[in-house]
């Protein structure tokens, strides 16, 4: 399975980024996808939960991004977004999206950068 994200880019404080993340080559109807979720790994820093969303779209987010981002899904097309507004600079880092499959189990995707600006 590979998951292909999308969307990262420079933004101003205060300003607005919406990453995509797709999963693909491995899904079918028995090894379908459960729990999605971001991660950010900002520089010298551990790989922590951004926000995560179940196949029935149940959401959980990190303290430091609610009320700012919300994640999405489309499972018709293993899909999950990430809608970032009102963008800080501590949210600055790659941006890591993560996959649970029911048959193969957890998978990354390759990561995009997102850079906020003062």
């Known amino acids: 399975v590979r998951l292909v994200e999308s969307g990262g880019g420079l933004a101003l404080t205060g300003g607005s980024l919406r990453l995509s993340c797709t999963a693909s080559e491995g899904v079918t109807n028995l090894n379908f996808v459960n729990d999605m979720a971001w991660y950010r790994q900002a520089p010298g820093k551990q790989r922590d939960l951004v926000a995560r969303?179940?196949?029935?779209?149940?959401?959980k987010y990190a303290d430091s991004v609610k009320g700012r981002f919300t994640i999405s899904r489309d499972n018709d097309n293993d899909t999950i977004f990430l809608q970032m507004n009102s963008l800080k600079p501590e949210d600055t880092g790659d941006y890591y999206c993560?996959?649970?499959?029911?048959?193969?189990?957890?998978?990354w995707g390759q990561g995009t950068r997102v850079t906020v600006s003062s």
């Open positions: 993560y996959a649970d499959l029911r048959l193969t189990g957890g998978v």
């Open positions: 969303i179940t196949r029935r779209a149940a959401k």
